[in-house]
């Protein structure tokens, strides 16, 4: 199993540019998730998803859209990249079983916003 | 709504010396809780999980961690810390009883074990 994987690794984008994070897990996990990681804030919870065709908001929503076709993708979407979305971006996903209750976290996207 | 606090940002110690890295939390449901460890440039990894049972857990690489309801406090420590310990800590919750199975983070500790 690969696990949760993601795309690019590393980013530069210009002020108002637009682009799309992927996000693969190949462990039929019914819940994914996108974190950003800035420095002194842990990490903060953008939207997450309980299973395909559901999504909902987390703790820093704007400026990005997510949906869910399928069970093994969720992708995150920047409409108008700012400056103040320079960070890391981590997608997460775990089971639906209780017994289990670990998120796994890909590798990570750096992205920086000019 | 739930929150994490992890009052320390740093943490120096020095190999073989004994390390705790403190977490406390808050939320109006009961909670999971979780010790995720991250080396640098690379993704978080689970080191420790409390769901339910015995409230002193532990990891493969010697660290455990204590759930304290009545102090709402779910403290790491390792007795001996070694050189590959140097990493940033977080500590997180989900709750229970909902569907969303997101994790709240804290800010993360960053251990520096110096020889």
């Known amino acids: 199993n690969a696990g949760v994987t993601q795309t690019p690794k590393f980013q530069v984008l210009k002020t108002g540019q637009s682009m799309t994070l992927q996000c693969a897990q190949d462990m039929n996990h019914e819940y994914m998730s996108w974190y950003r990681q800035d420095p002194g804030m842990g990490l903060r919870l953008i939207h997450y998803s309980v299973g395909a065709g559901i999504t909902d908001q987390g703790e820093v929503p704007n400026g990005y859209n997510v949906s869910r076709s399928t069970t093994e993708d969720f992708p995150l979407r920047l409409l108008s990249a700012a400056p103040s979305q320079t960070s890391v971006y981590f997608c997460?996903?775990?089971?639906?079983?209780?017994?289990?209750?670990?998120?796994?976290f890909g590798p990570g996207t750096r992205l920086l916003v000019l | 709504a739930q929150s994490v606090t992890q009052l320390d940002s740093q943490v120096p110690v020095f190999e073989e010396a004994p390390v705790e890295l403190r977490c406390n939390y808050s939320s109006s449901v009961s909670v999971y809780l979780f010790w995720y460890v991250q080396y640098p440039n690379q993704g978080l990894q689970l080191l420790l999980k409390?769901?339910?049972?015995?409230?002193l857990v532990e990891s493969i690489n010697g660290f455990e961690a204590e759930f304290n309801k009545s102090q709402t406090s779910f403290h790491l420590r390792k007795p001996s810390v070694h050189i590959s310990d140097t990493a940033e800590y977080f500590c997180a919750v989900s709750e229970w009883d909902t569907g969303r199975r997101a994790l709240t983070f804290g800010s993360g500790t960053r251990l520096q074990v110096q020889p």
């Open positions: 997460a996903s775990s089971s639906r079983d209780r017994t289990q209750e670990t998120q796994y």
């Open positions: 409390y769901l339910s049972g015995s409230t």
